[in-house]
């Protein structure tokens, strides 16, 4: 017997060709199939928040924003929504299991009223009166990128990255399905256990209108925390992962981190430039015509939390992949990035300071390659 009105399904399967392996990177894509069985009443979906945590990770990231692959749609009875999106996770296979990561979330939606055709502002604005659960479900290595047993020798771990040389033939691999029918929740009823960090903040007005203030846009930006960090950023496009008629673009963006402190301008008591430590990240991005700008936050970068010594790099590159419509009309922006990592100052082997200082990364924007 039916318990609620909405169903979501939820399936996914690992996508090799988007995957690069000895690089610790592994993407998964899912497909969510939102069902409204009401007899009678017409929802909306209005927003979404799913919570993802990758094997190894002691924190979850919250990943949240307006509607679905920039759509806010309308289910009368019966109907049904279906997407695909994809999961490019960094991270590394482990022995003990054969998970990726694990994911749940929920959907806001409300109900209309006979005859309204989409959701008014105010309805817009309270995010919905009721949810939707997603219930959890995991991100599975197929047979080929899982950890094998091995004999118990003192081999180091890091030699694994070497024997990671299996050229995987099938292009996915159908794991885990997902599936929950859930009551309408009233949100004012729902009283969270904890505090949860903002997950939306309103966007910047010249991307919600396509007239820009800045020109031209930068795709990459350089940025100085005086004294200990620099952060560099370049975004490319990457059109074999992208699908313009679908209105998906994936951009992959390239990152690096230093450690530009020295004995002068850290003001070093012992005479020597001190090691920093990065202990999280958070990133704020806004698509063309979105009125929000959605938050990405966890802890350490690609999984790792690494140390740099005075002079130290760190680099790595990670992808984008954005549901947008352009406003090539305007701009050939689609969407716009900054964010902030979160680091400690090392003093020997502990911290100087339990309160973690910032280091900026600049804006920057994804730009669409010229037609």
């Given at each position: ?78 109907e049904v929504f279906e997407y ?105 009823t729902t009283t969270p256990t ?28 350089d940025t100085l925390t005086t ?145």
């Amino acid at each position: 017997a039916e318990s609620g009105p909405i169903t979501v399904k939820v399936t996914s399967a690992y996508n090799t060709d988007q995957s690069d392996p000895p690089m610790r990177k592994h993407c998964f894509q899912y497909t969510i199939r939102i069902t409204n069985n009401s007899p009678s009443d017409t929802v909306q979906l209005l927003s979404r928040r799913f919570e993802i945590q990758t094997v190894g990770s002691s924190m979850k990231d919250v990943v949240q924003g307006e509607g679905v692959t920039g759509r806010q749609p309308v289910l009368a009875p019966g109907e049904v929504f279906e997407y695909t999106s994809t999961a490019p996770l960094s991270v590394r296979p482990i022995g003990t299991t054969i998970i990726a990561a694990r994911m749940r979330g929920e959907y806001k939606y409300v109900t209309l009223t006979p005859g309204q055709e989409s959701a008014n502002e105010e309805q817009v604005k309270s995010g919905g009166d009721a949810s939707a659960t997603m219930g959890m479900f995991h991100f599975v290595f197929p047979e080929e990128q899982r950890v094998k047993p091995i004999r118990s020798t003192g081999d180091d771990d890091d030699d694994d990255d070497d024997d990671d040389e299996t050229t995987i033939s099938t292009t996915s691999t159908t794991v885990m399905d997902a599936e929950t029918t859930t009551e309408p929740t009233p949100t004012s009823t729902t009283t969270p256990t904890t505090p949860s960090p903002a997950t939306t903040l309103p966007g910047d007005t010249d991307m919600t209108s396509g007239d820009l203030t800045v020109s031209p846009p930068n795709d990459s930006s350089d940025t100085l925390t005086t004294p200990y960090l620099r952060v560099q950023v370049t975004s490319t496009y990457r059109p074999e992962r992208s699908d313009p008629k679908m209105d998906k673009h994936c951009f992959a963006y390239s990152v690096r981190i230093t450690n530009t402190a020295t004995p002068e301008n850290s003001g070093s008591a012992g005479g020597e430039a001190p090691s920093i430590q990065l202990v999280s990240r958070r990133f704020e991005i806004q698509t063309i015509g979105s009125d929000t700008k959605d938050i990405v936050q966890g802890p350490g970068v690609t999984g790792r939390q690494p140390l740099l010594k005075p002079g130290e790099s760190f680099e790595y590159t990670s992808t984008a992949p954005l549901s947008v419509r352009p406003m090539r009309e305007k701009t050939g922006v689609v969407a716009r990035m900054e964010g902030e990592y979160s680091f400690v100052v090392l003093d020997g082997d502990s911290t100087s300071s339990d309160d973690p200082m910032k280091a900026k990364m600049g804006m920057f924007h994804f730009v669409l390659p010229e037609e």
